[in-house]
Structure formats: C-alpha cells, structure tokens
C-alpha cells in the first residue's frame, strides 16, 4: 500500500470525514489498492446497524431518510447514508442528488451523506455499495442506512447489505404488490405506506396486511406501518420497529452453516466484482480481441461463440 493511502487510513480511523471522502472516491472508482484498502478497515466495521429502504420511484423515500436520521439524531446517535442514484447514461455518476432533498443534516457533524450512481447495477445498488457502506461502519457512525433506486425482483441484493430493510409503498403502488407479492416478502422486514394521507391509503395497507397473513409462521411477522413523511407522522413508530427487528435478529443469530453461506457470497461477489474489470482490461487490449470484434462485424460469427471462444482462453491459476 503507498504511503498516500495509508496516510489516508490513518487520518479516517482518527475521525477524518475529508479523508473518508477521499477513500469512499478510491472505492467508487475502483482504485488499484481497493481489497488493501477494505481489509485494513474490515476489522473496524460490523458495529454499525444498517438499515435499507427501497420503494419505487416517488414513493418519497428520500423524504422518509430523512426523517428517520433526524429521529436518530434526537437519540444522539450518529447516522451515515448512501444514496444509490440512477446514473447518467453519460457520465456513469449520479443523477438525482439525494443529498439535496436531506439538506437539512448538511451542517450536522453527525450525519454523513453520499450519493452514489448505481452504474447500470443489478438491484440498484453499485459494486462500491458495500464498500461505501463498510467504510461508514469502520469511521464509527452507528447507523448506516441505504436508500436504494427503486424495487424489482433483483432488489433482493439490498438483503446482503442492510440487517432490516424497510419497502416503502404509496397508495398509488397497487400494480407492484400483485406483481412481486412472493419477491416484496423476501425483501421486506418493514413495509411503510407513505403518503398515507392520501386517497387509497387504507386499502394497500390492507392489501398488504393480507400479503403478510399468507406467509404467516415466519420468526418474524412482517408489521405494515403508515407514514406521512412530510408531516414527520409515523417516523417514531418505524423507527421503534426497526429496533424491535435488530433485538429480533440479536435473540435469533445466524447458524453457523448461515453464516458460512453467507461469508462465502461476500467473498464470490468481492472476486466475481473484481474479476470483470481485469477481464475487461486484458481482452479489449489483446490483439486476439481485436480479431474476435472482426468475426463479429464481419457476421462470421455471433456473439455467443466469440464469449465461448474468449472464456477458453482464459486461466485461473
């Protein structure tokens, strides 16, 4: 590791928000030092609870993070954020800016926001999410919550980041329950109707309540909770549930064989995250690359044979 980054190490472990700022664009970036970078801090991290919230677009999830950091705040806890954006299609970088709709913790030392673009990633979280995340848990903050884009079926990568995960839905988010009613329960630990003010509230929240009788003698029964957000009404009844959630999960720890499982898939994702790029890097530059791009031009051969043919060449050793 270069004395730069160790340096920058250093002063993040000694409270440093510029130089975990700095480290948090290393990992976005995918720097060269990034698996040093993340082990000197691993050992850090782990103490910090994190919280996802998910929800289709304008379901008021911003609105929602923020009042639920301002609850924290009140407790005197500290709280970091990432913010997934969609990306631009141009720059890769973010698009929305969540941090504009939370201004109001800008100025507080005890709140941490980045936004982060989801560069076209499954779930809408970026590869650097955990990172991110990872490095807010090792600076010391005690929550860390994850705003992800939107909900989908491939939203379930939230569940290998956050310990409890809010959906929030809105009255108007009838279609996305009937489509992903078995992919919304594997998601959700809490499930918030905002804006429930407004007409149709009351029938997704039962809509949901039902949802949630069906999969009953689950260890946890998934509570519906209602919430205007921008009326700061319902914040201290979800807030208390994501704790009942965190001395739920406390009573009831993950096996051993769940555990293994689960440092497994961290370790596959951190190789398979790294593995694409330095295929890319290697390919794209050979010359043997070069030829395969003819092929497929030239219409001589279509691009399946080409991936086959370029897997061939490639050794694990």
């Known amino acids: ?18 130089a975990l700022a700095r480290l948090m664009t290393y990992v976005d970036n995918r720097h060269e030092e990034l698996l040093e970078i993340m082990s000197a801090v691993s050992n850090s991290a782990g103490k910090a609870y994190r919280i996802g919230v998910t929800g289709p677009p304008g379901a008021g999830k911003s609105t929602l993070v923020d009042k639920i950091i301002a609850n924290y705040r009140a407790q005197g806890k500290t709280v970091g954020v990432v913010a997934i954006d969609p990306s631009s299609p141009f720059s890769g970088g973010a698009v929305l800016g969540d941090r504009i709709r939370m201004q109001d913790h800008n100025a507080d030392e005890g709140v941490f926001i980045r936004s982060l673009g989801s560069r076209g990633a499954h779930g809408g979280l970026s590869r650097a999410t955990r990172d991110i995340v990872g490095l807010l848990d090792a600076f010391g903050y005690d929550v860390v919550i994850i705003e992800t884009v939107g909900v989908g079926q491939t939203e379930l990568d939230i569940m290998a980041v956050a310990s409890t995960t809010l959906v929030v839905l809105v009255p108007e988010s009838g279609d996305t329950i009937q489509t992903m009613k078995a992919g919304l329960m594997e998601i959700a630990d809490v499930f918030v109707v905002n804006k429930a003010d407004r007409e149709g509230a009351d029938k997704i929240f039962h809509e949901l309540k039902s949802l949630t009788h069906m999969f009953a003698g689950r260890e946890w029964e998934v ?8 009326k700061k ?8 549930t994501i704790e009942a959630h965190h001395a ?3 009573n009831a720890p993950k096996s051993s064989h769940e555990r293994e499982t689960f440092l497994k898939h961290q370790c596959l994702d951190i190789i398979l995250s790294e593995l694409g790029p330095r295929l890319e890097a290697v390919y794209l530059k050979d010359s043997d690359a070069q030829s395969f791009c003819r092929f497929l ?9 080409v991936a086959a043919e370029v897997l061939g060449k490639v050794t694990l050793s």
């Open 297 to 305: 031009i030239d219409e001589e051969k279509n691009p399946y044979q």
């Open 223 to 230: 509570p519906v909770l209602k919430a205007v957000a921008v």
């Open 1 to 18: 590791m270069t004395p730069k980054t160790s340096q920058l190490l250093d002063k993040m472990r000694q409270g440093d928000k510029r």
């Open 233 to 240: 009404e319902g914040i201290a009844d979800i807030v208390t």
């Open 248 to 250: 739920h999960l406390k």
